[in-house]
């Protein structure tokens, strides 16, 4: 019995290059950062000043009630603004007759914390009479899956994976997993994280992992497999896919931007946050979801790379791909679109996934920004000449995070043997409608 195909029928995005996914893709592709000085908080007296912001962002513009989002996270707001736009984007109405076959699965990394700190710093100034109800389901990773299904009404399995900057990609290969199985016909996947907050830069700063070379020339700041790369810039957003099987989607007449046929993971087992030298993780997430798609690595032709610019992560990647691909390494169109967006965490592999369908959907493979200085460890085909019209057939978005913990999704360009409605591949700005929120174009 052959498995169930599992195909993606909608796309959002919230990131710092755009408020929808039209916006974020014509930046993306235009070369431009979204990297900035931070204004969430006082940052003045951090040494890292810079991230990635969804600027301007306004819950009610997308469907979220003013009462609503004042008790949510910022993070919960972007799950449910990016999940009605998912919804919108999909043509899939939920209603009693399907609610329990469609499931809510999301990857978010550190869930709520600007909520902890604004309700500790309560908590020690007036005493705990001062603390919420709400805080606690404000700040719980799960309420983002969790509000997400009140607000489209999706009754199937819900739950959030947190595995660090893998999250989102797990998650993804988790709602594959569901489909393949036939527990659900459509599921609602990807990664939102917002922890651009005093205790997220400042955390992340004490591990040496942001960089802060950059603060006066925040653009610049993150600069994939450049040889003067200082580390990562913080950023926060959301970036869904609406899955579902091949049959469900033929049958309500759905347009089909990509097929997801493999999914990998795997752990490296070695440190809290630094990688194998060898790369040894990466390599069998990689070539486990190759595998699970029954492919040769020979067909893959486009990478959307982890590359979080980082020293030792770049390194460790760039020889990982060269290990699973051998020769053929230096012919595959690398993007390291963190360049422009920062590194999202747990939203990472959900946006980075988007970014890969729209590669397979347009034809158009990102660029990688910053790559100003050649490294010798990091020499495979990065686009450093910005992106360019290759129509990639397969495209794998890797994720890795601390904890060793390792994820990769393979997608393949849609190819039916039968003829089915909703397969015509549609102008990128049919994407998303002009009523979704402030940015839409």
């Known amino acids: 019995m052959s498995r169930k195909r599992v195909v993606v029928t909608g796309l959002s995005a919230l990131t710092p290059l755009g408020g929808n996914v039209t916006e974020t893709w014509d930046n993306l592709l235009a070369g431009k950062s979204g990297i900035g000085p931070i204004t969430l908080f006082d940052a003045s007296g951090f040494d890292s000043r810079i991230a990635g912001e969804v600027k301007g962002f306004d819950p009610e513009a997308y469907g979220v009630p003013a009462k609503q989002a004042r008790r949510m996270d910022r993070f919960v707001q972007f799950a449910v603004a990016a999940g009605n736009m998912l919804v919108e984007h999909s043509g899939l109405v939920i209603n009693d007759d399907n609610a329990g076959r469609v499931s809510v699965i999301l990857g978010v990394g550190l869930g709520g914390l600007h909520t902890i700190e604004v309700f500790h710093s ?27 299904a009140i607000a489209t009404g999706a009754k199937g399995a819900n739950m959030v994976l947190t595995s660090a900057c893998a999250s989102g990609t797990h998650a993804i290969g988790a709602a594959y997993t569901e489909i393949v199985m036939g527990r659900c016909d459509a599921c609602i996947s990807g990664g939102v994280e917002a922890t651009v907050t005093p205790m997220g830069i400042s955390g992340f700063t004490a591990l040496k992992a942001l960089s802060t070379a950059h603060n006066d020339d925040p653009e610049k700041a993150s600069r994939p497999f450049d040889k003067d790369r200082d580390g990562f810039v913080m950023g926060e957003g959301a970036g869904l896919l609406m899955l579902e099987s091949l049959e469900h989607a033929q049958a309500r007449g759905a347009t089909i931007y990509a097929e997801i046929i493999g999914a990998g993971s795997s752990d490296d087992a070695f440190h809290m946050t630094a990688p194998r030298d060898d790369g040894e993780g990466m390599i069998a997430a990689m070539q486990r979801a190759i595998a699970d798609a029954g492919v040769s690595p020979d067909v893959v032709d486009h990478i959307n790379a982890h590359a979080t610019s980082t020293h030792l992560g770049d390194i460790c990647e760039t020889g990982a791909v060269k290990q699973v691909f051998g020769e053929r390494a230096y012919q595959i169109a690398i993007s390291a679109t963190k360049s422009q967006t920062g590194h999202l965490l747990g939203a990472a592999g959900g946006v980075e996934a988007v970014f890969s369908v729209l590669a397979l959907h347009t034809g158009y493979v990102p660029g990688t920004i910053n790559y100003e200085t050649p490294d010798p460890e990091c020499d495979l085909n990065c686009m450093t000449d910005g992106a360019k019209k290759l129509d990639p057939q397969y495209a794998l978005s890797n994720s890795f995070g601390f904890g060793g913990t390792n994820g990769s999704i393979l997608f393949k360009k849609f190819t039916a043997s039968l003829p089915c409605r909703g397969t015509t591949r549609l102008p990128l700005y049919t994407l998303i409608g002009a009523s979704n929120g402030p940015h839409s174009s």
């Open 122 to 148: 309560r908590l020690v100034e007036a005493g705990p009479g001062k603390v919420a109800p709400f805080m606690i389901p404000m700040l719980i990773s799960n309420i983002a899956p969790g509000q997400l």
